[in-house]
Nanobody
Framework: QVQLVESGGGLVQAGGSLRLSCAAS????????MGWFRQAPGKEREFVAH????????YYGDPVKGRFTISRDNAKNTVYLQMSSLKFEDTAVYSC??????????????WGQGTQVTVSS
């Protein structure tokens, strides 16, 4: 069982930056592939970023490539999402997810409750 708690969301102006954190419970954090997803009002959930168990491999959705960076600190059981050059269309609820296998090819097993990011234009 893994519990995920996101933090760091808020209101930011377009062009600004924000860093999200996702703290995981348990002693096996490094066994999980981690990812970030987002969902805007009236839209389907969208993949944002993935990071491998060791942190050595990352992958991003096209809308955020070059602007967002995912990282993790296995000693702190935390995954981060550094968001830069934010756009109005980045406004969404951002959720982190964990899975022992993949967060891309299957629906992740564990989800956080989400944190709201609002970008003002």
């Amino acid at each position: 069982q893994v519990q995920l708690v996101e933090s760091g969301g808020g209101l930011v102006q377009a062009g600004g930056s924000l860093r999200l954190s996702c703290a995981a419970s348990g002693r096996t954090f490094s066994s999980y592939v981690m990812g970030w997803f987002r969902q805007a009002p009236g839209k389907e959930r969208e993949f944002v970023a993935h990071i491998s168990r060791s942190g050595g491999h990352t992958y991003y959705g096209d809308p955020v490539k070059g602007r967002f960076t995912i990282s993790r600190d296995n000693a702190k059981n935390t995954v981060y999402l550094q968001m830069s050059s934010l756009k109005f269309e980045d406004t969404a609820v951002y959720s982190c997810a964990a899975d022992p296998v993949s967060v891309i090819s299957k629906n992740p097993v564990y989800w956080g409750q989400g944190t709201q990011v609002t970008v003002s234009s």
